[in-house]
Nanobody, 124 residues
Framework: QVRLVESGGGLVQPGGSLRLSCAASGRTFSIYTMGWFRQAPGKEREFVAAITKSGSSSYYADSVKGRFTISRANAEITVYLQMNSLKPEDTAVYYC?????????????????WGRGTQVTVSS
């Protein structure tokens, strides 16, 4: 089993920045890809960003490209999501996820473990 714990959410004004963290524990050696998803009220959970085990490959949703950056610290199996130029439409609960398979990265069903989420609210 893998346990994921997110932190770093909060309230920020439009144009501001936040950095989310996701700490993994347990059978972390089995993780291949780690990703971030988000879910706004009344909407489906959607892909935000993902990064492979080595950190050599990263992927982004079109809506966050150029504004968000995903990175990982392998020693601690911690994944970060730096979010800049935040917009009201970025408001959502952000979830960290881990996949043991290297097949795919943008669909929820491709991930095996999920955190409980952290709220991000972008509002003036």
């Amino acid at each position: 089993q893998v346990r994921l714990v997110e932190s770093g959410g909060g309230l920020v004004q439009p144009g501001g920045s936040l950095r989310l963290s996701c700490a993994a524990s347990g059978r972390t050696f089995s993780i291949y890809t780690m990703g971030w998803f988000r879910q706004a009220p009344g909407k489906e959970r959607e892909f935000v960003a993902a990064i492979t085990k080595s950190g050599s490959s990263s992927y982004y949703a079109d809506s966050v490209k150029g504004r968000f950056t995903i990175s990982r610290a392998n020693a601690e199996i911690t994944v970060y999501l730096q979010m800049n130029s935040l917009k009201p439409e970025d408001t959502a609960v952000y979830y960290c996820a881990a996949a043991v398979s290297g097949v795919g990265y943008s669909e929820t069903q491709e991930y095996d473990y999920w955190g409980r989420g952290t709220q991000v609210t972008v509002s003036s």
